[in-house]
């Protein structure tokens, strides 16, 4: 038998808090806009992907969550990562005459989510970044992060920032090559350890307008879009990226908050309209804003992506002033488990 070559890695999912939405190049995947996302706690939702390198295979093969996914196998998308990342490795077996030829062979991913897929919970961004990383890994290819980060974009435009764990920006580039479009890191996560993200799934079901339709759909409808590309998101992402050097919470919440806002404006003002939030995302948006008014202080920010399910943000001192509201407005639903007393949840409302 011929020898074989494996890698495993895990990759976490990202939320922007600035969103990328609107592509300038499809075929290379470049965005209309710089955006900005944190990367959350592996132990929670992440990707899982090992492959392995055979000369034995005879062609590239990838299972997603214990199925093989022959529409992904044979994507444009997947076909032009694997051909970066094996072209990166032709280089340097060029270079170097002591590694085997392993860029010519095929290779088998196997990848698994522990979070539901394509429900707007960015299972694209760390697939696609688990993906990358994992076949570098197999190649042995020496590129940082955010070398890596191009191919990634290429993958998924959201997967480039997954690259990085804390808070990270894509920055949007203006080479027509699209070398300049990459992920860079903002500030580590031990910048802001009390920092913590709360996943509320309101509905863990796939989403009927997939991103790369929908932001095509906007950039080419919306009237609002232009607006925002111009002029709302290059200043917010300068103000953002201070926000979070200089770890001001009410800040950096309320330019999260304004751009979910935001990005889905320019959602409904496409034509056809699309709609990613539902019934209960808006009433999890009056939510945070009645618990801050309660407070009297930002104590916490909501972000939606392309689905309905909410990402809150807050500072870990005031996760029980959090949670107190959740679970008194979502206590009746089933399945309630807290590290939390009742008297505990019942002490602010
Ligand atoms: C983001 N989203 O910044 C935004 C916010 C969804 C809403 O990136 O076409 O799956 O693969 O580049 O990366 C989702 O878009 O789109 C996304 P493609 P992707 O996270």
Request: with cysteine.
């Amino acid at each position: 038998m011929s020898s074989t070559y494996t890698a495993s890695i895990t990759a976490p999912v990202n939320i922007a808090t600035l969103k990328y939405w609107g592509k300038r190049d499809t075929s290379l995947n470049l965005p209309t806009n710089s955006s900005i996302s944190v990367t959350l706690d592996q132990a929670d939702l992440k990707t899982t992907t090992s492959a392995m390198a055979s000369a034995d295979f005879t062609k590239d093969r990838l299972w997603l969550n214990g199925e093989e996914d022959l529409q992904l196998s044979q994507s444009k998308r997947l076909t032009q990562v694997l051909s970066s990342l094996k072209e990166k490795r032709r280089l340097r077996e060029a270079k170097d005459e002591s590694l085997e030829k392993i860029s010519s062979w095929f290779v088998h991913i196997v990848s698994v989510n522990n979070f539901p897929t394509a429900a707007g919970l960015a299972s694209s961004a760390a697939g696609f970044a688990a993906l990358v990383v994992c076949i570098a890994k197999l190649f042995e290819l020496d590129d940082d992060m955010t070398e890596l980060s191009k191919i990634a974009r290429q993958g998924s435009g959201s997967a480039c920032r997954s690259l990085f764990g804390g808070f990270v920006a894509w920055e949007m580039g203006s080479l027509a090559d699209g070398s300049d479009s990459k992920a860079v890191e903002v500030c580590p996560l031990n910048h802001w350890p009390e920092m913590k993200a709360c996943v509320l799934v309101a509905c863990a079901d796939k989403k009927d307008v997939s991103s790369t339709s929908g932001m095509q759909l906007t950039v080419k409808t919306s009237d609002l879009f232009q607006k925002r590309i111009d002029e709302v998101v290059p200043e917010r992402f300068e103000q953002m990226k201070k926000s979070i050097h200089d770890k001001n919470f009410a800040l950096f919440a309320e330019l999260t908050m304004k751009d979910s806002n935001s990005f889905h404006a320019t959602c409904l003002d496409s034509y056809p309209p699309i709609f990613y939030m539902n019934d209960t995302s808006k009433k999890i948006v009056k939510l945070v804003h009645l618990i801050n008014a309660f407070y009297n202080e930002t104590i916490v920010a909501y972000t939606f992506d392309a689905g309905p399910n909410a990402v809150l943000y807050y500072l870990e001192q005031n996760e029980l002033k959090l949670m107190s509201f959740i679970y008194a407005m979502f206590k009746d639903l089933n399945g309630w488990e807290t590290k939390y007393s009742t008297e505990e949840l019942n002490k602010f409302i």
